[in-house]
Nanobody, 122 residues
Framework: QVQLVESGGGSVQPGGSLRLSCTAS????????MGWFRQAPGKEREGVAA??????NYADSAKGRFTISQDNAKNTMYLQMNSLKPEDTAMYYC?????????????????WGQGTQVTVSS
């Protein structure tokens, strides 16, 4: 059974940084894609960043500020978020599964974590 557990969310001021982690059990993340998605209240879920098949993919809103990475030995994926803005406030979800292509489409993923809240506010 695949389980994804996110951690690292919290409250920061604009311009601050956070690093999210997603630890997978029952899933070998080195073989298949994993991704980060977010959903703010009243908004649709959106893909933020994905990694798979040796490639990464970022939403335009994340490019230059966020970095996705993974530690295969720890079965953990990370999202380093810098220069955070109030509009980054959302629940962030880890997702895994499907194939190798680092898709930013939520329906391409089979497994989801419970989410971790990120709040950016002064």
């Amino acid at each position: 059974q695949v389980q994804l557990v996110e951690s690292g969310g919290g409250s920061v001021q604009p311009g601050g940084s956070l690093r999210l982690s997603c630890t997978a059990s029952g899933y070998t993340n080195s073989r298949f894609r994993m991704g980060w998605f977010r959903q703010a209240p009243g908004k649709e879920r959106e893909g933020v960043a994905a990694i798979g098949g040796g490639r990464t993919n970022y939403a335009d809103s994340a490019k230059g500020r966020f970095t996705i990475s993974q530690d295969n030995a720890k079965n953990t994926m990370y999202l380093q978020m810098n220069s955070l803005k109030p509009e980054d406030t959302a629940m962030y979800y880890c997702a895994a599964g499907g194939s190798f292509r680092p898709s930013l489409v939520g329906n391409d993923y089979n497994y989801w974590g419970q989410g971790t809240q990120v709040t950016v506010s002064s």
